[in-house]
């Protein structure tokens, strides 16, 4: 499956974005979809994962609240978006498809990156 992540951009602290992954090659829905970020100079984060159905989420804390993950099968694409944007969440976003996992070797399929940049 191939993974297509868009959305990126500048916003200002407060603000808000939707990144999306579309993926193609194989339906999207047999596959949890996770997604991570990479701030520059620090290692890659887990942000959060959505089951099949999108019936379960799970997000790491600190976007819990503001982020919300959902999907739309007959789509065969993924959202993630996020609300009161802080400068720290500024990253490069990548979504991914595998297990339903906070670790990112539990992911077999990564789209590119979409750069997100938080102004303060």
């Known amino acids: 499956v191939q993974l297509q992540a868009s959305g990126g951009g500048t916003v200002q602290a407060g603000g808000s974005l939707r990144l999306s992954c579309a993926a193609s090659g194989r339906t999207v829905s047999v596959y949890v979809m996770g997604w991570f970020r990479q701030a520059s100079g620090k290692e890659r984060e887990f942000v959060g994962v959505i089951n099949w159905s999108g019936g379960t989420t799970y997000y790491a804390d600190p976007v819990k609240g503001r982020f919300t993950i959902s999907r739309d099968n007959a789509k065969n694409t993924v959202y993630l978006q996020m609300n009161s944007l802080k400068p720290e969440d500024t990253a490069v976003y990548y979504c991914?498809?595998?297990?339903?996992?906070?670790?990112?070797?539990?992911?077999?399929?990564w789209g590119q990156g979409t750069l997100v940049t938080v102004s303060s």
């Open positions: 991914a498809a595998g297990r339903y996992s906070v670790r990112s070797s539990d992911y077999n399929y």
